[in-house]
């Protein structure tokens, strides 16, 4: 590939477990991301489509071999991506500008290191976890609240329409990313569509927030669905999967390691009470070239 001439981007489309990714190599091109641009290439009827951009560039840090950067679908650009992660160090090694194998990948709050092994699955070490409001952030201030094992379950009050719960009681956990966890019966008949924006853009949380749907099946193993920030429902989660997994673990309803079911594949998360390690696929669908200048002044056309 070598330098882009003009506004000519090399991708690779990926996913991991469902969760698609525009992958772009910011190394051996130019990458101005802005997001206009990010919308652009996300948007499924007129872009190339994906849940988020994920942009390999030189680190900044000398403890790093690579800086990681995630951009939603709607051209927000956010912390952490556990599955994008596993899409990175494949697309890395796929693309010869590193053999470096673990790899350690720069991210906005800190460094992650990612093993590919030889059976197809790769493995993230997703780093610390946080289950202090603040750290979110989330605003609790005159909430009700109650203890189930370690962890501290907050009442929120929703505006849902007749028929759908209006209170949900949510585990707050940080994963780079923030999360908010609530248990369901069931995953398929869970209102996701309904309380999974109005749980996003609540105003407690100034930052907007990741909600996730856990059904426990038992000990080791749950179903997950996830209504992320910026992306709407995708197939899968990885901070939502290792988010549910430690608030699960907490609250004394499941024990390391747990298998998890998204609508998009399996992931096994693995929880010493501190370091969390992601277990899941990353493939490669297709490569492609786009005139990323070109898309957006189609796209703004079309609107």
């Known amino acids: 590939m070598g330098d882009n ?3 000519n981007w090399n991708f690779t489309k990926m996913h991991g477990a469902g969760n698609d990714f525009v992958v772009l190599d910011g190394v051996r091109q130019t990458i101005d991301m802005t997001p206009e641009r990010a919308r652009a290439l996300g948007d499924r009827h007129f872009g190339i489509g994906a849940d988020q951009i994920l942009l390999v560039e030189r680190a900044t840090r000398p403890d790093a ?11 927000s650009e956010v912390e952490h991506c556990g599955n994008g992660a596993r899409c990175f160090v494949r697309f890395v090694h796929e693309q ?6 673990p790899l350690r990948a720069e991210i906005a709050t800190g460094i992650l290191v990612l093993d590919e092994g030889d059976d197809e699955q790769v493995t993230v070490e997703m780093g610390s976890t946080r289950f202090d409001p603040p750290a979110l952030p989330f605003d609790t201030a005159g909430l009700t609240s109650q203890r189930q094992g370690e962890d501290t379950l907050w009442e929120l009050e929703l505006d849902t329409p007749a028929g759908v719960p209006a209170k949900v009681l949510l585990s707050a956990v940080a994963v780079s990313n923030p999360h908010a966890v609530q ?9 996701v569509a309904v309380q999974g924006p109005l749980i996003e853009t609540h105003p407690r949380f100034a930052r907007r927030v990741n909600a996730g ?3 426990v099946v038992d000990r080791h193993n749950i179903r997950l669905r996830v209504f992320e920030r910026g992306a709407g429902e995708t197939l899968a989660c990885g901070t939502g999967a290792c988010a549910a997994v430690a608030a699960g673990i907490r609250r ?21 009470g501190d370091q969390l390690r992601m277990t899941g696929p990353a493939e490669s669908v297709f490569t492609g070239q786009v005139d990323i200048d070109k898309l957006v002044f189609s796209m703004a ?3």
């Not at 010869?96 to 194998?101: E, K, Q, T, V």
């Not at 248990?183 to 209102?191: F, H, I, R």
């Open 252 to 272: 004394g309803l499941l024990e390391s390691p747990v298998r998890v079911q998204t609508r998009g594949g399996v992931l096994t998360i693995a929880w010493n």
């Open 213 to 215: 749907f856990m059904q």
């Open 65 to 75: 071999d690579f800086r990681y950067r995630i951009f939603n679908s709607d051209g």
């Open 96 to 101: 010869g500008l590193s053999d470096r194998n």
């Open 301 to 303: 056309l079309n609107r």
């Open 5 to 7: 001439p003009g506004m």
């Open 183 to 191: 248990v369901v019966d069931n995953v398929d008949t869970a209102p």
